[in-house]
DNA sequence: ATGAATACTTATTTATAAGTAAGGTACTTA
DNA sequence: TAAGTACCTTACTTATAAATAAGTATTCAT
């Protein structure tokens, strides 16, 4: 059972990356759990402090997710980080680089350094699984690793955001060219 | 001079693809203007009426884009739009898409359907170019066009977020790998 | 000259946001 | 057993948001 702590982490996760930073309030996070808005303060004295603590929770994930996936295939583990948005897609959500991206000037510096530094945590290792795939023999591109990476991320992030508006096949049209484009 | 109206609109444009729609408020546009809130109310009654008339304003825009860039080569045309995506990443903002995209939950439906005509318009444009391009041999690609010109559309304006977070050379690589893979 | 339309202001309402001070309860450790 | 400490509630403050009602000034057509 996930603590209040956790869960408040976890609604305020769902409510940024579905609605945005500025769209959500204490009382939207505290509704829910059944207590009062002061108790979310307890934890999380200020709003700016629920963003860190959010942007670290994601840090931490990716780590995790790093390290279960070290032993695949880069083709593999390129498909499972899609497969990942793929979910975030199905869930009408974006994700929480984008998320933040457009509330760039309404985060505070503190959370702006954190993404920053998650940001480059996502390219380095989709520059790295890249080149590595390029290396083996798997994939196939002419750009630099981190161009192709960069690539990769703002295709399938983006992807995620349109396919809200278009409500079609669209994300799919996108995942799975640039599955084509990597392996061809 | 511009009316008071189109200030109005001119401002929702530059807070809503900075800051977010449900980051700023009518006295962030009354007060520049020099006029009181309820002003702003009476050319646009309530915010989602801005937000619509926003969002017109740059379907109109579109089409003059469109009429004013329609002799020029596909090549010519691509390099057109994502010279208008520098701007936008050199004005530290994102385009009315990414902006809505992150949004989208925070927007009414008359809002997002126009913004869903509106993508739609860009996307069809993107396909009819690129298609052209691939007629007469100026771009080479294996997809769809539709899936070329959501690759291409999802690549530029993520990088233009992107390029918040890293403040890198990110945009540009991302551009430039565009133009190169599009015409290689 | 007058009445209507246009473009506002003044003044207010209602709602919600973020944050805090002070207090209560229960469990925990010296 | 007394003092922490963790985790809340009650109750409040301050600020801001969206929206509206009613009034004012200017222009413009008849």
Redesign the interface.
């Known amino acids: 059972m996930p603590s209040t702590k956790e869960s408040i982490i976890h609604l305020a996760d769902e409510f940024i990356r579905?609605?945005?930073?500025?769209?959500f309030s204490y009382a939207d996070i505290s509704k829910p759990l059944g207590i009062k808005n002061a108790a979310v303060h307890y934890h999380y004295p200020s709003k700016s402090d629920l963003a860190v603590a959010l942007v670290e929770w994601h840090i931490d994930h990716f780590e995790r997710f790093k390290e279960k996936n070290e032993s695949k295939s880069p083709a593999d583990q390129i498909k499972t980080f899609l497969n990942f948005y793929h979910s975030i897609h199905l869930s009408g959500k974006?994700c929480l680089?984008?998320?933040?991206?457009?509330?760039?000037?309404?985060i505070n510096e503190d959370t702006?350094g954190l993404?920053?530094t998650f940001?480059?945590l996502v390219?380095d290792w989709l520059s790295e699984v890249l080149q590595k795939g390029l290396d083996t023999g798997a994939f196939n591109f002419?750009?630099?690793p981190?161009?192709?990476a960069?690539?990769v991320?703002?295709?399938?992030?983006?992807?995620a955001?349109?396919s809200?508006?278009?409500?079609s096949q669209?994300f799919i049209?996108?995942k799975?060219?640039?599955i084509?484009?990597l392996t061809?």
Chains 1, 2 share one sequence.
């Open positions: 579905s609605r945005g930073y500025t769209a974006v680089i984008g998320a933040f991206s457009t509330d760039w000037n309404s702006q993404l920053r940001t480059n390219i002419a750009n630099a981190r161009a192709e960069l690539r991320l703002t295709n399938i992030f983006a992807a955001q349109l809200r508006i278009t409500d669209d049209l996108v799975e060219s640039i084509r484009e061809k």
